[in-house]
């Protein structure tokens, strides 16, 4: 089972992934926003970041970029309830940006966990 | 010795008298120019002294001649006699001066009185900015003009005096002329007006007005008097006004705008040739009437009391006048505007309408782009707000239903709790692809193929009720289009044609052409570059709509469902795709007649023609 970084800035948000990782026997600790996610990541290794988008402090997409650099190797997934910067969309940027998977919100329970596998590199 | 004693001196007088008055080729006029009463005066005393010396020398003849001749007694009765003539000649001719001078004297202040009357005459008559020719109604010569009549014409007198008036009027010939005073001299006509040119000496050509009667006193020889009144500033004016009116005509019948001018009882004066077309009638049958004879009743009341607004306000309007032409309504900007004449009354009422339809429409279409433009923004903003809240709603449903066991009671309700988020995530889904008009993923796609597959899809979905027809065109050439997108079209349009349809039974017909602009009449609206382009038509055998709801029938969040049952989002969907294609499209319908959407898109080699630089040929 993976050890999970989920990065969102709303506490409903992160409960509710949180319970459907934990289902799947996931490790997961949490952030509320990019600049905590990069802290929280200085104590311990995660093997799969979830970063929502649109955060206050740091945002997503520049969390994203942050987290690459200093370690190419992790696995990103970015998830976001939608919008856009410009003509692009939010998920579209940060796959751009590095992100493994993207994900629109609301999400199924089936449809997280097939993706988080399908980041892993594990076979579902 | 009688007749020669005194009778010779008033004979004389009279007799030069009399044939100065009587003589036909001196005029009365010229000899009271050339008489002067103080020379008569003269004359009869010189003619006095005249016989005075004649009877002396006489006396004398006969004391030296007749006397030698004649015995010397009778000498003395001759001297005798001779003296005798003498004083009695002298007396005869005193007398006859004395009588005749009474005579002379009145005769005398006559002429004086007339000449001082004819030089009034003449004064006035030279003074007078009018011409005065007088000529003879046989010879036609003149035989007077005043000072006028010379300037006019630049001859002096004298020479006036050896003309007619032909020889000043080059477009008269002599029999023409005395064909037109024929009339006047047999007296069927007292006078007569006329317009003609003058020549001047110098050649130059004046326009004038001329007043000729003929004038017969009785004893007096007849004559013509002719008042000619050059018109030149009077032509020019007219010529001028002339011009004026030809301008404002030009400009009014070569007008992109409808023109016309109504008296204060709402008459039309004039009605220029756009209205007339918008009118139906030609301007001959508008002049006169009102808008009431002309127009149905509560259009004429309209437009009366436009006019009315005018008349009280005394300032000009603007409305907007909505018109049915052939091609469908038209709206007019019309200002109405008081006309005054020049004491300030006013005295009619004007009005010029602009066709400001494609106007109308360009705003129309741009407020509502701008209106979609700021619903994306707003739309984008809420789906994000509830996707995030749908997360915990819907995961958490999930995962209690995960935690009931098969069966168990409220799971139901759990159930319809995460389909109502599926169906809440539905809705934000469609906002979101609304708001965000993303790129997309374009190919070449054949819409035959695509529409094939769409009918296989719907005849599983829809009601058996609902018949599906396609009558697809081989011919259509592949658009450039993003399937996914034209298959979200082609459901999005056919899902609201089931719902048009409800549970009643009826048919639902998709076709395909391939048209070109220009070629095949487009629907009102729809504006497309030149080119070639698939007509994809969807017609649904519904109710149909009414213009209210054709008009807001993109608009994002309008629908005619009950609340809960559409999200008004469809439609705004289809819209934004196709326009993202480079596309159009239009709808029409009625109440009770059914529904056809029209979508036009470019075919892919109208597409690569377009974009395409221009290359050499190799």
Redesign the interface.
Known sequence: MACILLVDD?E??R???R??LE?AGHDVFEATNGREALIALKSKRADLVITDI?MPVKEGTETILELRRRDPSLKIMAI?????TG?M?YLDVASRFGADYTL??????QELLDAVSTTLGEVA | MNCIRGAPVALWLQSRLRTSVSNPRREPEEVLLNARPRHIFYLAALTTAFVFVLATLWSYWLEHVVGHEHVGDALDAANAEHWRFVVTATLAAGAAWAISLPLCLTYVRRMRRAEEIFRHFSTTLDQTLDCVFMFRPDTLRFFYVNRGATEQVGYGRDELMRMTPIDVKPEFTESRFRALIAPLIDGSQRSCEFETVHRHKDGTLIPVEISLQYVAPEDETPRFVAIVRDVTGRKQAEEELQRSEERFRAIVNNSPAKIHIKDMAGRYLLVNPLAEQLFCVSEAECLGKTSREIFGKSQADAFMAHDQAVIDTGRPIEEEETWVEADGMHTYLTVKFPIFDQSGAMTAIGAIGTDITERKRIEAQLRQSQKMDSLGSLAGGIAHDLNNTLVPVMGLTELALEDLPEGGAGRENLEKALAGCERAKKLVAQILAFSRPQKPDRTTVELGDLIGEAVTLLRATLPTTIDIVTDLDPIVEPVLADPVQMHQVLMNLASNARQALGLKPGTLKITLRQVETGRTRMPPGIKLRAGLYAKLSISDTGPGMDQATLERIFDPFFTTKPVGEGTGMGLAVVHGIVTSHKGAIAVSSKPGRGATFEIYLPVQRALAAASAPPEAAE
């Open positions: 709303e409903a948000v409960y509710t992934l319970r459907m289902r649109v976001s309830g939608g919008g856009r003509n969309d629109a919100k609301p999400v199924r329970m």
